[in-house]
């Protein structure tokens, strides 16, 4: 079972900056495809970024793109979701998840379905204000 700890959220206004981190243990951290995903008021929740286990291959919502950067450390068990340019529709609660078994480029080209994921943070509160 692996255990994901989110920190990083917090209230902000439009235009500025957050890096979101996701400490996990249990698993070792490099057989784990990681990902954000959020959850905004009155919406589905929906991947905002994921990232292959060592890297190489990443995802974006298209909302995000260019202003997101997902990154990890395998060093530190750590990934991490970069935000800038926020503007107040990322408001959302920011959940980290993570999968053993998942092919990010599959996943990411066949509906991105959060049903894939096995694992999940409590999730982090991001509020921008405008």
């Known amino acids: 079972q692996v255990q994901l700890v989110e920190s990083g959220g917090g209230l902000v206004q439009a235009g500025g900056s957050l890096r979101l981190s996701c400490a996990a243990s249990g698993r070792s951290f490099s057989s784990l495809v990681m990902g954000w995903f959020r959850q905004g008021p009155g919406k589905e929740r929906e991947c905002a970024a994921a990232?292959?286990?060592?890297?190489?291959?990443?995802y974006y919502a298209d909302s995000v793109k260019g202003r997101f950067t997902i990154s990890r450390d395998n060093s530190k068990n750590t990934v991490y979701l970069q935000m800038n340019s926020l503007k107040p529709e990322d408001t959302a609660v920011y959940y980290c998840a993570a999968d053993s078994d998942l092919s990010l480029r599959t996943w990411s080209a066949s509906g991105q379905s959060q049903g894939d994921w096995n694992s999940w943070g409590q999730g982090t509160q991001v509020t921008v204000s405008s």
């Open positions: 990232i292959s286990r060592a890297g190489g291959y990443t």
